[in-house]
């Protein structure tokens, strides 16, 4: 974590991925059920457990969570192409 920088509400749409992740595997919800400002608060206390350094030692490597849950992220819905 060397790299470590703190952020904020101002981060949402940058690390939007990485909350998608951390909604998917710690709060066991889907990014796309929620509404706009139910995401905004979800994202308020990403922030505080991030910038708390509370997470998984992975999600501050960004590149590399994303890489590891890439396939995780993409949307729920299942298309049914013939």
Do not use: G
């Amino acid at each position: 974590m060397s790299d470590f920088q703190k952020i904020d509400e101002d981060d949402y749409f940058r690390l939007n991925d990485i909350f998608c992740i951390w909604l998917m595997k710690k709060q066991n919800t889907h990014f796309e059920d929620l509404s706009y400002k139910d995401a905004k608060k979800k994202f308020k206390k990403f922030c505080k457990r991030y910038n708390n350094q509370k997470l998984d030692p992975l999600y501050y490597e960004h590149d590399k969570l994303i890489e590891k849950y890439q396939s995780d992220i993409q949307s729920k819905h299942k298309w049914n192409f013939k």
